[in-house]
């Protein structure tokens, strides 16, 4: 249990549809990272947040984007679904950006695109 | 982009037997992590690696973080039941360990 909690657990949605994943940091944390794990592969990093502003962005279309609130709470939200989203997402929090912080990943959402 | 090799992609022990598996990247990192994903829940991380030529050890665990800062190993002593499930490496070339690239995983099947 790393106080790391996701929402839905799992999401089936159609493609073309738009869908908004929620994660909620452990307490204290300011910093979230977003990763996307496609079946049999590893995490891919997505973006990563600290204290409301986006630091940082991996190798996904712009129709990937977020949001951090005051309270370090966060959203990942997906325009436009393509088959090739479905994948567990992860979010991972951690006290702020240098490296001996350790992230603290949530179990996931199951995204399915039809 | 940066690219992590991790090897081998799978593998059968017996229980009690050691296990290495290891990570080779084609561009330099800073940190090196690796974590261990269970069924249906995120991954959890076993080692962290700051600096090149560190070996380090956490129980029955022990990573390096290789001397060129592309590889990295992690070495599991008298392996039991409980150590089944998907191994990752992570590196991260900032100083900001939120942004790692994950190699694709060593599942491990420990037989009793």
């Known amino acids: 249990e790393t106080g790391v909690t996701q929402s839905p657990t799992h999401l089936i949605k159609t493609r073309g549809q738009q869908v908004t994943l929620r994660c909620s940091s452990q307490?204290?944390?300011?910093?979230v990272s977003w990763y996307q794990q496609a079946l049999g592969q590893g995490p891919q990093f997505i973006f990563q947040?600290?204290?409301?502003?986006?630091?940082g962005r991996g190798n996904f279309p712009p129709r990937f984007s977020g949001l951090q609130f005051p309270n370090y709470s966060s959203e990942l939200n997906v325009n436009a679904l393509e088959l090739d989203d479905s994948a567990l997402y992860l979010c991972a929090s951690s006290l702020g950006l240098a490296a001996n912080y350790e992230q603290y990943f949530g179990p996931g959402t199951r995204l399915t695109v039809t | 982009g940066q690219q992590l090799n991790q090897s081998p992609q799978s593998m059968f022990i017996q229980e009690g037997e050691d296990v290495s598996m290891n990570c080779t990247s084609s561009?330099?990192?800073?940190?090196w992590l690796w974590y261990k994903q269970d069924p249906g829940e995120g991954p959890v991380l076993l080692i962290a690696?700051?600096?090149?030529?560190e070996l380090t050890s956490n129980g029955r665990l022990t990573a390096q973080f290789g001397i060129t800062r592309k590889d990295s190993f992690l070495n599991i002593s008298a392996s039991i039941p409980s150590d089944v499930g998907i191994y990752f490496c992570?590196?991260?070339?900032?100083?900001?360990?939120?942004?790692?690239?994950f190699g694709d995983g060593t599942t491990l099947t420990v037989k009793p």
């Open positions: 992570a590196g991260s070339a900032s100083t900001n360990a939120g942004k790692s690239t």
């Open positions: 690696l700051y600096k090149a030529g």
């Open positions: 307490s204290g944390h300011n910093t």
């Open positions: 561009s330099i990192f800073n940190t």
């Open positions: 947040y600290y204290r409301e502003e986006e630091n």
